[in-house]
């Protein structure tokens, strides 16, 4: 400080991502003796433990009309929003990948079926009805798509771990709380699974309408 060193009790630690570099909050009359600061831009104030936020918000914003006065988490949804917003192309891409995987899928089972005409016939042979034949197509999909799915969640981990552990604080000096979405996951991967199995289950059906019986 201008008048010398002073020691400084660390009360807490709080994580704030909108700064490159550390911050020290001290209390407004210490920084007034410290510094000889009168001016400030922002201030937290502190209620008492069973105090109404709304009414004091109320009766503030009566009071000082030029401020611009808010509640803790309202200023924390209205920054989340924010910063939700900057990632909602991450949905577009889901949802283009999501359809890509698919699509995919579907030519390989084509691909499949094409190349297994012979186990077709054997499967005819054998007494398997179109929809049996369809539901072993349907299952062989859905196991596809487990493989790509298992692998794609454990790479997704990987990634984003190496992303918050190590990019993050070698770029910009701080990282984000982690945080796994399971309930997103499942649903995604429950999602994926019940699409692949019913792709697969009509890719079989419409398929076998124009397949061609094979001599064993």
């Known amino acids: 400080t201008p008048s010398g060193p002073r020691p400084v009790w660390i009360a807490g630690l709080h994580a704030d991502y909108a700064r490159d570099n550390g911050l020290l909050l001290v209390d407004l009359p210490v920084l007034k003796d410290w510094f000889g600061v009168n001016d400030y831009e922002t201030s937290a104030i502190f209620l008492e433990k069973g105090a109404d936020p709304a009414a004091v918000q109320a009766s503030l914003k009566e009071e000082f009309p030029g ?8 200023l924390m949804k209205t920054a989340l929003s924010i910063f939700n917003q900057t990632f909602a192309v991450t949905y577009a891409l889901q949802v283009i990948g999501l359809t890509v995987a698919l699509g995919g899928l579907v030519l390989s089972l084509v691909s499949l079926l094409r ?5 077709l016939a054997l499967q005819r042979t054998l007494g398997m ?15 596809i798509a487990l ?15 190496v992303l918050i552990r190590v990019i993050n604080y ?4 701080w ?15 429950g999602s994926v699974l019940l699409l692949a199995f019913l792709i697969s289950f009509f890719t079989g059906w419409l398929y076998l309408r124009k397949w061609s019986p094979e001599a064993l």
């Open 67 to 74: 401020l611009a006065i808010r509640q803790n988490g309202q």
């Open 115 to 119: 190349e297994s005409g012979r186990e």
């Open 129 to 143: 009805g179109r929809l049996e034949i369809a539901l072993s197509t349907a299952i062989e999909g859905t196991g």
């Open 147 to 161: 493989a790509g799915l298992l692998t794609g969640l454990l790479l997704g981990l990987s990634l984003g771990l």
């Open 170 to 173: 070698q770029s910009f000096g």
């Open 175 to 189: 990282t984000l709380q982690t945080a796994y979405p399971w309930a997103e996951v499942c649903f995604l991967g």
